[in-house]
């Protein structure tokens, strides 16, 4: 049984930072990329951040660019997100997904092979 759990979240005040983790089983972790989503409240689904295989390549959203990375270690079938300089819109549940394909993860709608069940950032003013 596959599952993916996300750890990490919190509250944090504007400005702060937070890491998050995401912990792989039941899968062979280094055929997956792996993504990063959230959903704010009212909002529709967002895509905010993937890594390939290998961790060699990565791709960011325009609202997190420059502020969030995403690693990932094989040896330990984990991703994590980095969140640096966070901002009360950066509120969300945040949750990660694993894919067999890198190039599509990204685009609204795709399926996903996995997710996890997310965890809560709250972002205060």
């Known amino acids: 049984q596959v599952q993916l759990v996300e750890s990490g979240g919190g509250l944090v005040q504007a400005g702060g930072s937070l890491r998050l983790s995401c912990a792989a089983s039941?899968?062979?972790?280094?055929?997956?990329?792996m993504g990063w989503f959230r959903q704010a409240p009212g909002k529709e689904f967002e895509f905010i951040a993937r890594?390939?295989?290998?961790?060699?390549?990565?791709n960011y959203s325009d609202s997190v660019k420059g502020r969030f990375t995403i690693s990932r270690d094989n040896a330990k079938n984990t991703v994590s997100l980095q969140m640096d300089s966070l901002k009360p819109e950066d509120t969300a549940v945040y949750y990660c997904?694993?894919?067999?394909?890198?190039?599509?993860?990204?685009?609204?709608?795709?399926?996903?092979?996995?997710w996890g069940k997310g965890t809560l950032v709250t972002v205060s003013s």
């Open positions: 997904a694993a894919s067999k394909s890198y190039s599509s993860m990204h685009l609204p709608h795709y399926e996903m092979d996995y």
């Open positions: 890594v390939s295989w290998s961790g060699g390549t990565t």
């Open positions: 039941g899968l062979t972790f280094s055929n997956y990329a």
